[in-house]
């Protein structure tokens, strides 16, 4: 499986963002696609994820502002970014997990500064 992300870029505090990420391969094998972040020094986290069955689930820190969804004919999963924040500065990751693998896309850098 391979991820493609894009996306990012400068924004300022409350602005949005909408990051695009698509799978090729083997597409069948995947449960579901996430977002993660790193901001420099910290460790990596997930900010969303969306499993196959439509299911998704944030942390705290993005609720009501973030939102992923999924384009299944295009295997696409969106991340709209709204009232973004300069702690939202970050790496965003695409990720894809499978029963047998954990799938990874290049990173896309999100700054929020004014």
């Known amino acids: 499986v391979q991820l493609q992300a894009s996306g990012g870029g400068l924004v300022q505090p409350g602005g949005s963002l909408r990051l695009s990420c698509t799978a090729s391969?083997?597409?069948?094998?995947?449960?579901?696609m996430a977002w993660y972040r790193q901001a420099p020094g910290k460790q990596r986290e997930l900010v969303a994820i969306?499993?196959?069955?439509?299911?998704?689930n944030y942390a705290d820190s993005v609720k009501s502002r973030f939102t992923i969804s999924r384009d299944n004919a295009k295997n696409t999963v969106y991340l709209q970014m709204n009232s973004l924040r300069p702690e939202d500065t970050a790496v965003y990751y695409c990720?894809?997990?499978?029963?047998?693998?954990?799938?990874w896309g290049q990173g896309t850098q999100v700054t929020v500064s004014s």
């Open positions: 990720n894809a997990p499978s029963y047998s693998s954990n799938y």
């Open positions: 391969g083997r597409i069948a094998s995947i449960r579901g």
């Open positions: 969306i499993i196959n069955g439509g299911s998704t």
